[in-house]
């Protein structure tokens, strides 16, 4: 068996990427792993299919997942935020959803009883079947935050998105040229 290659020790749901469709996967089912980013896993089957599986669901891989301890209350901040908005990852792109420039709109507004936060957001391609994956990931990630009251997350087009949006730091990670524009051609 490869370094990367796991056997499924139990049935398990994933995710279609990039459509989006849930698939049942047996137990005794053949994988290997792509990424492991931001609790999510990438993994490809034995029929090359691309596809997510969930934190939940990492003891089906034979992950252990520890869990962090608790020592302080985390208090909320803009900063925990954007903080919690890069643990959501692209699930084909190593590169997390604020560093991709996925992340186009961030507002913070009191409420009576906490915080409300606005997300607009956009997705590499338009017909990405993942929009509505991710867009979930950040509605339950930031719900989750202490003070938090309201969350609202739209999936957005426009302006569309492109590779000029990246951080430099993501360009640097996927090998592209950081000091040219973006790198696609318009008519």
């Known amino acids: 068996m490869a370094d990367n290659e796991i056997v499924l020790q ?3 749901e994933a995710t279609r990427i990039p459509y ?3 698939l049942l996967l047996p137990a005794g089912s053949r994988l290997r792993m792509l990424q492991s980013l931001g609790g999510t896993y990438t993994v490809v089957n034995d029929y090359g299919e691309m596809l ?4 939940k669901d990492a003891d089906a891989l034979g992950i252990d997942i520890e869990q962090p301890a608790t ?27 604020v560093d991709l420039g996925l992340i186009y709109l961030c507002r913070i507004t009191p409420v009576e009883l906490g915080q409300r936060i606005e997300i ?21 990630r930031l719900s989750e935050l202490p003070e938090v009251d309201d ?21 640097l990670q996927l090998g592209l040229d950081v ?4 790198s696609f051609r318009t008519y």
Request: proline fraction near 10%; hydrophobic fraction near 35%.
């Open 71 to 97: 020592s302080q209350p985390i208090s909320f901040s803009e900063k925990l935020v954007w903080d919690t908005l890069k643990t959501v990852y692209d699930p084909e792109i190593p590169v997390n959803i």
């Open 52 to 55: 997510r599986i969930e934190s």
């Open 179 to 182: 000091d040219s524009g973006p």
């Open 10 to 12: 139990r049935d398990c």
């Open 20 to 22: 989006g469709g849930a």
């Open 120 to 140: 607009e957001m956009s997705m590499t391609a338009p017909g990405c079947g993942m929009g509505d994956v991710l867009k979930a990931d950040v509605q339950r």
């Open 151 to 171: 969350v609202s997350v739209n999936v957005v087009f426009d302006p569309p998105w492109h590779p000029g949006l990246m951080s430099q730091a993501a360009k």
